[in-house]
């Protein structure tokens, strides 16, 4: 593990540690000059404006015997022209197709319930914080992809935090409810709940889930939609997710050579047996995880001790389970990552107060970033940020080759 001080930006837009090493500067400097000015500081929003869309995929090879082809209602977050800057925000009620379909608001309330009673869309909206413009065009440019996968029982729109934050820095990203594994999800005119033989079945369809989204991505850049005609990049495609999402990229690393990197939040559900131990991978993990518990973190750390290629781990110690996702904007004193707790894995039932969203999600903003942009989207320059730790004794970190 390496400690150091706070990153800053040289003149070159270059994100690096006051106290590294001059070769380090150096090398940097010479090997960067072309492309050095699109390098950004990972701790900040990136400058471009987000856009958000929302819309229903059908996956005609995979049959739903009571919904037809099977169907994903996805988000997609983009980089938007600049006259989004001054739009109306995003609304969290259009997530649910502004309670278009019928008892949509019903399971909307009753999923907000469940991270604080007597929460509602209403009351969320009065607070809710995101910088995504609804239906706002579309960026000219070829923006690399990523594709997210949420924790069984979240939604597809729980990681506002991360979505927007790599939209921002230029990165298209789509995220899908996992039908039959999301807490609810609104397809053909109708509400769908988790559980059930879909959520049996979550295991396999959820990485089928992914690579299909990649060839809807594939279709939409080839004109299927208009908006995003020529706007992907298909050979810079990453993919990341959360708890259950954070395993199904494991398997989705494991399956699908499209991807040319992965980043695994806490990961917690089931995988496959590993074969493949090269693709670049960061996995991110808290200590105090009080879902996946030691056991889960153990195994987690042990993926990354396995790998081969570049692999990465940042270790958050006063973090949980829901450190990260934004269900911080639902309830500031949710536990197992967010407010106040207990410890569960260092010193058991010890009080926790657990490091602020604020500086959490900088973290793994900051790390994703920088990881992303040297192996989906062939920037080494951020090497420089990413083989340190810049968080202190806030952090475990490592990295190797």
């Given at each position: ?49 987000v856009g ?10 995979r ?13 997609i ?28 608001l ?5 999923s ?70 999301s ?9 769908v ?124 110690k ?18 197992n ?22 500086e ?42």
């Amino acid at each position: 593990m390496m400690t150091a001080s706070l990153p800053f930006r040289n003149a070159f837009g270059l994100v690096r540690n006051a106290f590294a090493p001059a070769i380090l500067l150096a090398a940097s400097l010479t090997i960067l000059p072309a492309i050095a000015q699109e390098l950004r500081n990972p701790e900040q929003m990136g400058p471009y404006p987000v856009g958000v869309t929302s819309m229903q995929f059908d996956d005609a090879s995979r049959p739903d015997p009571d919904l037809g082809p099977r169907p994903l209602r996805t988000e997609i977050w983009y980089p938007a022209i600049d006259a989004a800057r001054g739009m109306p925000k995003n609304l969290y009620s259009e997530f649910i197709l502004r309670a278009s379909v019928p008892g949509a608001l019903d399971a909307a309330n009753e999923s907000l319930n469940s991270y604080k009673k007597g929460l509602t869309v209403a009351e969320l909206e009065k607070t809710y914080k995101n910088v995504a413009v609804r239906d706002v065009q579309v960026r000219d440019g070829k923006w690399p992809l990523i594709v997210f996968s949420h924790g069984s029982g979240g939604t597809r729109v729980g990681y506002v935090f991360f979505t927007e934050f790599m939209a921002s820095h230029g990165f298209i990203v789509m995220a899908a409810d996992h039908i039959g594994n999301s807490r609810y999800t609104v397809v053909n005119g109708k509400v769908v709940a988790a559980g059930g033989p879909r959520g049996q079945a979550s295991s396999a369809d959820r990485p089928k889930d992914v690579s299909f989204l990649i060839d809807v991505a594939t279709r939409m850049n080839s004109g299927s939609d208009g908006r995003f005609a020529g706007r992907i990049d298909l050979d810079k495609i990453g993919a990341a997710g959360m708890s259950f999402g954070g395993s199904t990229t494991q398997n989705v690393v494991e399956r699908e050579k499209r991807v040319k990197a992965g980043v695994m939040m806490a990961p917690g559900g089931p995988t496959g047996d590993r074969t493949n131990f090269s693709t670049p991978i960061f996995m991110m993990i808290g200590t105090e995880d009080n879902t996946i518990h030691a056991v889960g973190n153990t195994r987690n750390r042990a993926y990354y001790e396995a790998s081969k290629g570049p692999h990465y781990l940042c270790e958050i110690k006063d973090a949980g389970h829901y450190t990260f996702t934004s269900v911080d904007q639902y309830n500031s004193e949710y536990g197992n990552g967010i407010g106040h707790g207990k410890r569960v894995n260092t010193a058991p039932d010890q009080d926790v107060t657990y490091l602020p969203p604020d500086e959490s999600h900088k973290i793994i903003n900051a790390y994703a970033l920088a990881f992303f942009g040297v192996y989906v989207r062939d920037q080494p320059g951020y090497q420089t940020f990413l083989k340190q730790n810049h968080y202190g004794d806030k952090i475990i970190y490592k990295s190797g080759e």
